[in-house]
């Protein structure tokens, strides 16, 4: 079984379109986030999400607006795709904020 | 903000030990030294963590100089599928509403 699991892999979308990538996790942790990688390999933090909370909201565009319906789940609804949105998007969580993270294999975005 | 710097780059012989440097001189007492790696198109991955004392598990060793200022990690016998980016990351576990932050790492290259 995939620990932390993200839908769809692979995701190729024209400029104004609104997408949604999902993640759920297996183990019964507590605590999720969002991470964004760029063209140049940074990873940046974007949301967190403890037991359904929002706990961390980075400087992302609004256009951005994850949802978490339970503590297993946290997807990432992204309005009006802009071509700077194109990254690979990383779901993880953890225990608690202390703990280890568990990474997903990533989403890849492509905004044409 | 990453607080640590990495080497760019380190290269190592398959069956070798790879030792992998890193320079956190304003690590704060509270502060734990954690290690992920990402492979190729792949989600990071946790290796190890540590407060001041050396650590050990199946992947790696992490030894942390007394005044930990500085760490290094150690994986003692290299193999190809090693070759990574490797994340160097000092963190508060219990520092409220902050989350992993990803430097830009060194990238391990495993040759025959």
């Known amino acids: 079984d995939t620990a932390v699991s993200q839908t769809p892999k692979y995701l190729v979308t024209q400029m104004g379109n609104d997408k949604s990538i999902k993640c759920e996790q297996n183990?019964?942790?507590?605590?999720m986030y969002w991470y964004k990688q760029d063209s140049k390999k940074f990873l940046k933090i974007m949301f967190s999400y403890n037991n359904k909370e929002l706990i961390i909201n980075e400087t992302v565009p609004n256009r951005f607006s994850p949802k978490s319906p339970d503590k297993a789940h946290l997807n990432l609804h992204i309005n009006s795709l802009e071509l700077g949105d194109s990254a690979v998007y990383f779901c993880a969580s953890s225990q608690d904020r202390g703990s280890r993270y568990t990474f997903g294999s990533g989403t890849r975005l492509t905004v044409v | 903000d990453a607080k640590t710097t990495q080497p760019t780059s380190m290269d190592c012989a398959e069956g070798r030990a790879a030792n992998l440097p890193c320079n956190h001189s304003?690590?704060?007492?509270?502060?734990?030294v954690y290690w992920y790696r990402q492979i190729h198109s792949q989600g990071p991955q946790y290796i190890i963590h540590?407060?001041?004392n050396n650590e050990t598990n199946e992947m790696a060793s992490l030894i942390i100089t007394e005044d930990r200022k500085s760490s290094t990690l150690i994986l003692p016998h290299a193999t190809l599928r090693d070759t990574a980016v490797y994340y160097c990351?000092?963190?508060?576990?219990?520092?409220?509403?902050?989350?992993?932050?990803f430097g830009k790492g060194t990238t391990l290259s495993v040759s025959s």
């Open positions: 540590g407060l001041k």
């Open positions: 990351i000092v963190r508060d576990p219990n520092q409220a509403g902050t989350a992993l932050i």
């Open positions: 304003t690590i704060s007492g509270n502060e734990y």
């Open positions: 183990l019964g942790h507590d605590t």
